[in-house]
């Protein structure tokens, strides 16, 4: 059976009753969870809340799998700011020593840029490593996998991860393959997305699961958009260093039932 690590909308309950869901989803027989870039945030700044985290977490009978590193604005590899930067590095590299001494967690889901890159992609590579070489030195020392994802510029395609894989080639370094960004890069070059999949199936360490149309990035439920996950899932779950397959859909609609049925529907066959 497929294992599905879900990230979900930790807002809709006050945080004493985070346990609740938790227990929810593990009634559904899926007892694993991704861990959002805000719950990684708050942890890296107090231990009380890690540490309540984990307890919840423990009482439930659910692990997190995977976790998404803080990103955006100045939180991102390739953000730019050297003022903010060492603050920054502070937090990745307290979240890579932390998260997999203390829950288990051994991939680390990063963004290259959120905002539009100034340069080429082969400057991309080139400053990349003034950030990404501390960091690795980090997840080495605690068998972390950094896995940067794919997104929709020409310095995060599918098709220019490879660069920076190759440059900073390390047993810590691989990739997250986004798999709706993917879809939706694959539709406005009318090209297939098999090629993509193809191309960084030896880097997957993490791959994101959400639907869209083909047209923006929705974040659907899976089974909600056009993308074909009886196709899919056999290539993705075939990927010789893949640790995590991570539910990354917006589902408040939901609830926690339909959702863990849905999946199990739509993505593990069942």
Same mark, same amino acid.
């Given at each position: ?233 056999? =290539?993705?779950?075939?990927?010789? =260093? ?29």
């Amino acid at each position: 059976m497929i294992n599905i690590a879900h990230f979900w909308n930790w807002n809709r309950v006050a945080a004493e009753k985070w346990e609740e869901p938790m227990v929810a989803f593990a009634a559904c027989g899926h007892t694993q969870l991704a861990m959002t870039a805000q719950l990684s945030l708050q942890a890296a700044f107090s231990s009380d809340f890690w540490k309540s985290l984990k307890e919840k977490a423990k009482a439930a009978g659910v692990t997190f799998s995977g976790v998404h590193a803080p990103f955006g604005g100045k939180w991102d590899l390739l953000a730019g700011d050297p003022e903010f930067l060492p603050v920054s590095m502070h937090v990745h590299k307290t979240l890579l020593e932390l998260l997999p001494n203390e829950f288990g967690i051994h991939t680390y889901t990063m963004h290259l840029m959120n905002d539009l890159f100034p340069g080429t992609t082969e400057q991309a590579v080139d400053q990349l490593g003034g950030v990404l070489e501390p960091l690795l030195e980090v997840a080495a020392r605690h068998q972390v996998i950094i896995a940067i994802e794919n997104g929709f510029q020409p310095i995060d395609s599918p098709d220019t991860l490879p660069h920076y894989l190759h440059r900073y080639a390390s047993e810590n370094l691989g990739c997250c393959l986004d798999l709706a960004h993917a879809h939706v890069i694959a539709h406005r070059r009318h090209e297939d997305l098999d090629r993509y999949i193809d191309l960084l199936l030896p880097s997957i360490v993490v791959c994101h699961l959400h639907d869209n149309d083909g047209k923006e990035d929705r974040h659907w439920v899976p089974g909600d958009g056009i993308i074909d996950w009886r196709h899919v899932m056999p =290539r993705l779950t075939a990927a010789p =260093r893949l640790q995590s397959l991570q539910n990354e859909s917006h589902s408040d609609a939901l609830s926690i039932e339909a959702l863990c049925h849905r999946i199990d529907v739509t993505l593990r066959g069942m």
